[in-house]
């Protein structure tokens, strides 16, 4: 009996004990990881904004491809949310607020447990990378709460790898959507109008043709704008002489104008482009792609039997641009080869 009273006091002592551990662990907590991406704020900032995008990249549907998660109509910015149910309890996470391609802030609320603070931050690197930073913190945490936290081994043991598995899987995700492209060519020929435009030329090396034509092309637009030239469409490259063998290229970069323009002399001429045959071929990705894609609309007008006009013209469209479109997947560009 005694033996018994023992066990029993020493139970009870021990239960004080764990209580009173309980008890005095932080009624707060804060978790933070942070992870370099080599992909501009914009782009993914865009991919975690839209809840819609979290199944791809969420450690815990990585852990339990059961977990069963439902979107409302509004999966992005601010009043958007999500909802998940797995074998612990449903949970919620809700926007409450965003500030575009720099942070956003949500809640959480996961079965009875006390809600918490999630925030996201975007920081851009001068080397073209940007450091995402994710956070959740509680505070006037309960002691079930704190009980639950201390039995699972403290919320940094059971969150930050969660987070770092996360934010892995979105870096690797946000790197391959950025490489996506693809190359349509019309199988029709069609009519190009030509057209008035103004230009500045050159003849380069292959090598060195990029860094021409990225001083080039922006110096025409800058010509346009600073004159108030009203521009009839996209601006373009037009190839002159394009001369792997050699490692030669000769081109202009042009601004269709609505009507001709007469320059003030330098280096800004004005130009007329002949209607002329063309097949059309459109290139959606990165510009790395386009001789994938000039390579298969020289295939494809071989292939159905159209002879290219020697003399051109060939010219490049760019439809967007670096500058307003961070997603290299997003840049549009057309591509007219003349034929007979």
């Known amino acids: 009996m005694k033996a018994i009273k023992y066990i029993f006091f020493l139970i009870l002592i021990a239960i004080i004990a764990l209580a009173i551990y309980i008890a005095v662990q932080p ?5 933070t990881r942070t992870r370099t ?8 900032y865009k991919n975690v904004n839209d809840y819609k995008n979290w199944n791809s990249w ?11 998660i439902t979107l409302p109509e509004l999966t992005k910015g601010e009043g958007s949310s999500y909802t998940w149910e797995d074998k612990d309890g449903i949970g919620t996470m809700k926007t409450i607020e965003t500030n ?20 996201w931050k975007f920081k851009p690197n001068a080397d073209g990378s940007t450091d995402v930073t994710w956070n959740i913190a509680g505070k006037n945490l309960p002691f079930e709460f704190k009980a639950f936290a201390a039995f699972m081994g403290g919320m940094e043991k059971q969150i930050g790898p969660e987070y770092e598995r996360s934010l892995e899987k979105l870096d690797s995700i946000v790197l391959l959507d950025m490489k996506k492209y693809s190359i349509v060519v019309d199988k029709e020929t069609i009519q190009h109008s030509g057209g008035y435009y103004i230009y500045n030329t050159a003849a380069t090396t292959l090598d060195d043709f990029k860094s021409k034509m990225a001083t080039m092309l922006p110096a025409v637009m800058s010509y346009a704008e600073k004159n108030n030239i009203t521009m009839a469409g996209a601006p373009y490259v037009l190839y002159h002489k394009y001369d792997e ?3 030669a290229v000769m081109f202009s970069c042009c601004v269709p104008t609505t009507a001709r323009v007469i320059t003030t002399g ?18 959606n990705g990165d510009y790395s792609n386009l001789k994938d894609a000039w390579e298969k609309a020289i295939k494809t007008i071989t292939d159905s039997g159209l002879e290219q006009e020697e003399n051109g013209p060939n010219l490049e469209a760019y439809l967007n641009s670096p500058m307003n479109t961070p997603n290299p997947a997003e840049l549009k560009t057309k591509i007219y080869i003349a034929v007979k």
């Open 27 to 31: 009624s707060e907590f804060s978790v």
């Open 37 to 44: 991406i080599n992909a501009p704020a914009a782009v993914i």
């Open 58 to 68: 969420s450690s815990w549907v990585e852990k339990d491809p059961n977990m069963k």
């Open 100 to 119: 575009t391609n720099k942070s956003i802030s949500q809640v959480m609320q996961f079965a009875d447990f006390p809600s918490s603070d999630v925030s």
């Open 245 to 247: 063998e050699n490692n």
């Open 266 to 283: 330098g280096e800004i001429l004005t130009g007329q482009l002949k209607p002329f045959k063309a097949v059309k071929t459109t290139l």
